[in-house]
């Protein structure tokens, strides 16, 4: 059921099956079913769409087919076009806006982070500094006790009770030199002591420990800033969105020659 209302101002209203339409689809749909015979009539034939209508018409069935597939890869085209501008304005935005996801992944991916990475590489870095003063401390403090070259305390304890039992009566010198040894033997056994609550070996091992962290804190730092980010957090979410991004331009870029073919 077609319908057209014109009104006295000039404005009409049209509809098809009681829904309102515009003048141009009610004006394809109504010569598929009524044709009004006029003195004008023939002037549809004036139409350049009813005229390539009539000629396709002349071939038969073999143009009508090959009309269909044409329609069907002219659609197909269409189609792949649409897709290519969409892909490559979302390109475009991916670029600009991950564009340093490619950079900072690399780093990020070695580190294995978690939402609590950053403050666990501060705490850890923070106890690793204070374990390698401790262990300076405690042995440069051993250090004191037996460096002989600069004079260490057991050096010169010893030269000390040498000088006292040389000027001791000869009758106390015995007892006196036997109190001196175990005296000696105790700071001795003390240095030693020290020495292993702190060998050089773990004080190697505790630096390079904070060299480990200091790198990986370095990293972090470094990727906030390529990735404009203050927060640990805002990096973690743009880097995780940023390579899912990445993924799909990869698989784009793979689509790209069969859209454009």
Known sequence: CLRREISRSGKGKSSVQGQTVPLNLLAET????????????????????????????CGGSPLTEAKSHLAQLFNEALDA??????????????????????????????????????????????????????????????????????????????????????SVPSENREELADCARRCLDELNALIEHLNDLAPAEKIDEVEAEIDTLESAIGVIRKCKRLAGKDAFSELLDYWRQGEKEMQWLEQFTKEQGALKA
Do not use: H, W
């Open 81 to 166: 076009e649409r897709k290519l501008r969409s892909g490559r304005r979302r390109e475009q935005e991916i670029t600009s806006q991950y564009g340093a996801v490619s950079e900072i992944s690399p780093y990020l991916q070695r580190l294995n982070l978690t939402p609590e990475s950053e403050e666990k590489l501060n705490q850890d870095y923070m106890a690793a500094q204070n374990e390698l003063r401790r262990l300076r401390t405690l042995r440069g403090r051993c250090g004191v006790l037996s460096n002989g070259e600069a004079g260490g305390i057991a050096e010169e304890l010893s030269e000390c009770l040498a000088g006292v039992l040389s």
């Open 30 to 57: 109504a010569p598929r079913l009524i044709s009004i015979q006029s003195q004008f009539a023939q002037l549809e034939l004036l139409a350049p769409e009813r005229q390539m209508e009539i000629l396709d018409a």
